[in-house]
């Protein structure tokens, strides 16, 4: 079964950082895009970011702009989230996830075709 793992979450004050990780599990990351998730309690899950196959596309949510990098090495077959300056509006569950179904290395993932889930890893921010 594919599987992706989530790592890196913790519990931090407002303004720090964390780096988040996702590693591909029995597969490789190679023909995959890979988006970030964020789900808060109460909250529905929320997009945050994504990266295409080659990682030369990327996207982010306006609410993380300019604090937060996705990347990815294929070789070591793992993509990260890093994310600065963080708020406790940035708390939540995040959770990677990975689709092979693009039409090229530079395209985005889609929603929808999001076949790869992770269990997610805690971030809570708090002071």
């Known amino acids: 079964q594919l599987q992706v793992v989530e790592s890196g979450g913790g519990e931090v004050q407002p303004g720090a950082s964390l780096r988040l990780s996702c590693a591909a599990s029995r597969f490789t990351l190679d023909y995959y895009a890979i988006g970030w998730f964020r789900q808060a309690p109460g909250k529905e899950r929320e997009g945050v970011s994504s990266?295409?196959?080659?990682?030369?596309?990327?996207n982010y949510a306006d609410s993380v702009k300019g604090r937060f990098t996705i990347s990815r090495d294929n070789a070591k077959n793992t993509v990260w989230l890093q994310m600065n300056s963080l708020k406790p509006e940035d708390a939540g569950v995040y959770f990677c996830a990975a689709t092979a179904l693009v039409t090229h290395r530079e395209e985005l993932p889609c929603s929808k075709y999001l076949e790869v889930w992770g269990q997610g890893t805690l971030v809570t921010v708090s002071s």
């Open positions: 990266i295409s196959v080659s990682g030369r596309s990327t």
